[in-house]
């Protein structure tokens, strides 16, 4: 299992952008895939962006592609999501998830292991 604790939510205004990171505990980090899904009130939540083991490899939403960009770390343990370009259809609790034994990151979320509390995104018009 993997521990994660997210960071780097806020209140932004439409065009702005947020960096949000990811801590991540145990040594199973760097064979597990690491992704972002977001939340919105009355949604499902859904995929973001996920990298995977070696940073080989990064996928997007359809959404966010060109806007927001996913990194990460396996010497600090830790995962990124710088978000540009943001607008309201952005809002929502964004979440760091961990998928330890798989190379490349899934979309579906059933598929990640490990979760984290979840950080709020609010960007106004």
């Known amino acids: 299992q993997v521990q994660l604790v997210e960071s780097g939510g806020g209140s932004v205004k439409a065009g702005g952008s947020l960096r949000l990171s990811c801590a991540a505990s145990g040594r199973t980090f760097s064979w597990a895939a690491m992704g972002w899904f977001r939340q919105a009130p009355g949604k499902e939540r859904e995929f973001v962006a996920a990298?995977?083991?070696?940073?080989?490899?990064?996928d997007y939403a359809d959404s966010v592609k060109g806007r927001f960009t996913i990194s990460r770390d396996n010497v600090r343990n830790t995962v990124s999501l710088q978000m540009n370009s943001l607008n309201a259809e952005d809002t929502a609790v964004y979440y760091c998830a961990a998928d330890v034994g798989r190379r490349f990151g899934s979309r579906r979320p059933d598929d990640y292991g490990s979760w984290g509390q979840g950080t709020q995104v609010t960007v106004s018009s």
């Open positions: 990298v995977s083991w070696g940073v080989t490899k990064a």
